[in-house]
């Protein structure tokens, strides 16, 4: 059955010119025009077919109500097929939202086909993932592997921020200048910044650089969380994204457009790749053997309900307060994982993060 074309509202109308286009109803619009969009690319009707434009309505509202009942977008889908005799569009239009769906390789979901610079990270994340106290000389050891680690201690200790009076060439020195908290947390950063730069993804390291920073004063301020902890999980939370760069090109173009158009990336992951960046960013750091509780935060901290522990909580609220909109807002799961987390609105708001050598080396890149 063809849609009915007469019924066919216009999608540019949808999509935009309301009267606030920042309230909620105008992102539904907008995420709704790109869905149909996208679909009316593969079906080939236009994209204000009054049938599709439904179908692309309900796709949305099941996903905005993903905070109240996670459901799969298979198990989505599969409902949503159901509804068509009554909602009045072509079932058969559902197979072109699964026709969006692309696997990942496997290699990718155990991390082994990441770049060369993941190999690096991985030995140093073994070495320096332990919440416990390190020796300078332990720390200088693992700088030396690396020119990339070592280079980013020696300017963070020659910075602004440190002034020695003469400046430092070697990393031992510079760390034992900066201390060893600090060195560790530029060792950490500075070993995924390659990775990020890699794959175009620089914004995103700056923000897992940011998200590490506003973690761990977060951990600090409630004391339910050790800051080590908040400091790596805010490193480390958005490392699945690093895998999208490695679906077929195809399905990277579609993921752009959506994206660029108004939807969540989350949103396009769990269409696209059927799991957001956090559950693929979890089977990864799995294979790198991170702990149990680091791994369960990294996977739901955009389904924060799924998951009962602190971290999840906090990264969930960082992710909230870096205003970067991942996914769907939801006050729903602000006000839990508050909540969770010990800390109120205005509290959240008044964690800021002190000048730090972290902060350094963001600027200095
Ligand atoms: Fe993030
Ligand atoms: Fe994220």
Redesign the pocket.
């Known amino acids: 059955m063809v849609p009915n074309v007469s019924m066919a509202v216009d999608v540019r109308t949808l999509a935009g010119e309301q009267e606030n286009p920042d309230s909620s109803g105008s992102a539904h619009c907008r995420r709704v025009a790109a869905l149909a969009m996208e679909l009316s690319r593969a079906a080939g009707f236009p994209p204000s077919t009054a049938g599709l434009l439904r179908l692309c309505n309900l796709v949305d509202q099941q996903f905005e109500s993903q905070q109240f009942e996670y459901k799969d977008a298979d198990s989505i889908l599969e409902e949503i097929r159901s509804f068509a005799p009554f909602e009045g569009f072509d079932a058969a239009l559902v197979e072109h939202i699964r026709g969006l769906r692309c696997r990942l390789p496997e290699q990718i979901r155990r991390g082994e086909g990441l770049p060369v610079e993941a190999a690096t990270a991985r030995q140093i994340f073994g070495a320096l993932g332990q919440e416990r106290e390190y020796e300078v000389q332990e720390l200088a050891s693992v700088a030396v592997k690396d020119p990339v680690v070592a280079a980013s201690l020696i300017r963070v200790a020659n910075s602004s921020l440190y002034s020695p009076a003469s400046r430092f060439s070697g990393a031992g020195p510079a760390i034992a200048y900066i201390g060893t908290v600090e060195a560790r947390k530029v060792m950490l950063a500075a070993v995924l910044r390659p990775l990020f730069t890699s794959a175009g993804l620089m914004r995103l390291w700056n923000h897992s650089v940011s998200a590490a920073q506003f973690c761990s004063a977060l951990a600090e301020k409630t004391e339910r969380v050790a800051a080590e902890e908040g400091l790596m999980l805010g490193l480390i939370?958005?490392f699945?994204?690093l895998a999208v760069q490695f679906a077929p090109r195809e399905s990277r173009d579609a993921y752009t457009r959506l994206v660029e158009r108004g939807c969540p990336?989350?949103y396009v992951e769990r269409l696209i790749f059927g799991c957001?960046?956090?559950e693929i960013?979890a089977e990864i750091l799995s294979n790198w053997n991170f702990s149990d509780r680091m791994i369960e935060a990294v996977r739901f901290?955009?389904q924060p309900e799924r998951s009962e522990g602190p971290l999840t909580a906090f990264?969930y609220l960082v992710?909230f307060w870096s205003g970067?909109d991942?996914?769907l807002p939801s006050f729903r799961r602000v006000g839990e994982c508050l909540c969770r987390a010990g800390l109120s609105l205005e509290a959240l708001a008044q964690t800021g993060t002190k000048n730090s050598a972290l902060k350094t080396l963001r600027s200095l890149s």
Do not use: F, S, Y
């Open positions: 939370h958005d699945g994204a990336v989350t957001d960046h956090g960013g901290h955009h990264i992710e970067l991942e996914d």
